[in-house]
């Protein structure tokens, strides 16, 4: 009945060689990256640990054949590509032709804003670094999800789901809220189509991107429930759902919202709480809608027959999830009651006028900012200035980018102090192995050898083999539970002859 779970997102960020529109985005990623690694105090040699990733393990009960798989699926293999763990617990890699940034396991939704702005932190200067190293001109970083020349990069999001729970059930229940999810967290986009093929704003940056319902791919054929079956934890208890369908959220409130509704959604699918059959006719078509509607008027066709607007359908979850929470003989966690307020608040404004979330919601903020400029120069949707205005909005420069102007002069709300945010660039959560993973880097750097979700691997003298210390149950290696232990060893041989008993 919580909000409370093992999450995290990973945002593949937009990329661009200023006034060089033929430059290689895979070099441009790799020169972001390693000029990142060049720049902080220690080196640190740790490799991202590949070998117990399976990305082509479906939960509908069978493996892709690597032979059938594009390779944008193989994530599993080493490119060779710059890849570095950060002290913080995330890891920040090329991915194909973009920088990423994936955050470090958190338990609640103000976690994933904290550490995915930190991300946004570490990017900028990522780039400012390689603009120092002179090599060739300015490398410009996007939070977005589209070049709108008929590419999309992804944001995604992942959260730790009960094994016991049937597939089948979150496929049912969670289809018809992502269709309706992007009134309360799209990013907005000016550009209808994957190659802009009519000039108009729409909700979602992402939606136009989405064919098929269910499937395995993120790159093609994105469907709206991926199934891949990586649980990054132990199978037998976990699974975790690997969320494509949003979008790249600057705005705080929208990323919080994102996450603290899907989670409590899934908390309903996990108790068998939603009864009814909320599923929609021709959901991937039905999503496209949705986002070509901002005056949120469109109505969705349920299966039962029922017409309702996304805002409606949403509602429908909130007082479901509402009963859920009130139902409960546990005293709701803070932010569970937090995100309900937010949310009810959010939809019941969206209903009588989207323009009085334009301090929250990106999408809204966004429409708003391009009307003044339509506006004041009388200027067609089609016009080069809006969809430059467009991009600007997620350029992550604090000096530069329109989101961060509209933060700074109060326009926008937001939800974690920027001290905490600095922090977190850094610290790990204290309440998730994300913890013993970012303390070993920043303790050990020379005998961290390679890490990953769910293991650090040491290189210890006198050892003929490495050293792995797995780490499957995602909430043990916090603070509370080896922060003494880490504070009494002073070197990694100390720490792992403790853990050996």
Known sequence: MSVVRVMGTEVEYGISVQGRP??????????????????????RRARWDFEEESPLRDARGFDMSRVEADPSQLTDEDLGLANLILTNGARLYVDHAHPEYSTPEVTTPLDVVRWERAGEVVMARAMEHAARTGHGPPILLYKNNTDNKGASYGSHENYLVKRSTPFNDIVHHLTPFFVSRPVVCGAGRLGIGQRTSAHAFQISQRADFFEVEVGLETTLKRPIINTRDEPHADPDRWRRLHVIVGDATMSEVSTYLKAGTTSLVLAMVEAGWITQDLSVQRPVASLHEVSHDPSLTHLLTLNDGRRMTAVQLQRTYLELAQGFVEAS?????????????????????????PMECAGELDWVAKWRLLQQYRDRDDLDWSDAKLHLIDLQYHDIRPAKGLHHRLVQSGRMERLVAQSAVEAAVHAPPPDTRAYFRGRCLEQYPDQVAAASWDSVIFDLPGHDALQRVPTMDPLRGTRAHVGELLDACDSAEDLFRALAG
């Open 22 to 43: 033929e430059a290689n985005p895979m070099q441009a990623s790799s020169q972001v990256v390693n000029a990142y690694a060049a720049s902080l105090a220690t080196a």
């Open 329 to 353: 003989e546990e005293a709701p966690h803070v932010q569970t009651l937090d995100v309900l307020q937010r949310w009810g608040s959010v939809l019941d404004r969206l209903e009588r006028d």
